[in-house]
Each structure stands twice: as structure tokens, then as C-alpha cells.
């Protein structure tokens, strides 16, 4: 049986004395989407940068394809031990971000392949193509010489998603990959990770989008102050939650 890609047991983090994971268990398995929703500081987006190696945890493990992330001290001094493994887990989960991270002072082609040149050592000309061919598959292979500033929001996400396929992850991570967008540059960027998700890509997905959740999950996890509180598939989440709280939440999120 193969490993999942992402798992994380038992996970604790705490900025000072301020606790905002209190012990969470997520699994990932390879070709499935695995989405969080939850309020604003319920620890969604914290877990997901744990799960990078961007953040730090205090506790638990963090496990990527089998393979337990080497720590080093304990509590708030608990850091990577290994820097090459860091290295080779951060450059195989992509992480897209919200506000879309591109870099102004280059095209989209040459964001899409600063990163498999640079780090991944990759000869310039096979990664132009490649990144030519993901530029194309998100929408927006005609803006290849096109700079940040002058595309949309929706076409700058997708461009860092192109940015992330470019590195040929084992998974991807999407922190709020929405939020910052107007509803109709919303629907360009839902069509494209509902895409990947139909090419069994393996996902994680912190977002505030109940339908894209419900429409493109193999499992979801309601994250509540650092704890989760329900998880299953959406169907069950979002048909019939069990949890007060999460009744709460997708009634607040009908209201709004």
C-alpha cells in the first residue's frame, strides 16, 4: 500500500503563549483532494505552511511520503533537522498562495521557470517549453511575456499555479486561492483547480468556498480554534453535519 503523500499527526503550534494547533491528524493520500474550511484563525492556513516546513511546529509529526520529517530541539526551539530533506520536501508540495507571490520584474514565463531552473537545476530550454505548456493549461499561454501588473488577479493566480505545476510537485497546496479575487476572476480560478482535482492531483486546500470544497473534495476537515472538529466526506459535511458548530458556520456562510 502506498504511502500518503502528506500526513500529520498530532500536531501542536503555538506563536509564544498563544496556541493555534492543539493536536491535528490529517491525511493526504496520493490523487486525493483534501480541502480545510473553518473561521478566520481557526489555524487553517498555519497548518498548511506546517505542512511546507514554512512554519515550525512544537509537536507531532510531520510524515511526506512515508519518510517522518528529522527534528531537531524541542518546543519553540524544535526546527528541521535535515536541511536537504527540507529542501526536497518544500520543492515537491507547491504551495499557491493568496495573494498570488509573483515576482514584478518578470514575465509570466520567466516566473513560471525561475524556480525548476534555479533550484531544481533543469535545462532552460526544457522548462521553457514545459512552462509554456502549463501557461496554456491554466488559460493564459498568450500572456507568457506579459508582467504581473498588467493581468488580472485571475490571471495572476492562475500563473502561480502554472508556477507551482512547473515544479512537478508530488502535491499542491492552496492557501486561499480565491479570497483576494472578485467573484466572476473567482470562477477562472475555480475552473482550473477543478481541472487538476478531475487529473487526480493530489491537493490540499485551505479555502472559504463551500461549493468549491464540496465540488472538488475527496475529504474535508472543519478546523475549529486548533482542533478539528468534524471531518468526512462532503457529502456528510455539507449534507448533514453533525457538529453545532459546523451547522453554525455553513448556516453563517448562507447568510452572508
Known sequence: MTAPVIEIRNLHKSYGALEVLKGVDITAPAGHVVSMIGSSGSGKSTLLRCANLLEDSQQG?????????????????RHPGDRKQMIRIRTNLSMVFQQF???AHMTMLQNVMEAPVTVLGHNRAEVEETARGYLAKVGIGDKADAYPAQLSGGQQQRAAIARALAMEPKALLFDEPTSALDPELEQEVVRVIKALAEE???????????????????????LHQGLIEEEGPPDALFGSPKSERLRGFLNAGQAA
Open 61 to 77: 509529526d510531520v510524515i511526506f511520503c512515508g519518510e517522518p520529517v528529522i527534528w531537531r530541539g524541542q518546543g519553540h526551539g
Open 200 to 222: 487526480g492531483r493530489t491537493m490540499v486546500i485551505v479555502t472559504h468556498d463551500m461549493k468549491l470544497a464540496a465540488d472538488v473534495s475527496d475529504h474535508v476537515v472543519f
Open 101 to 103: 507571490n509573483l515576482w
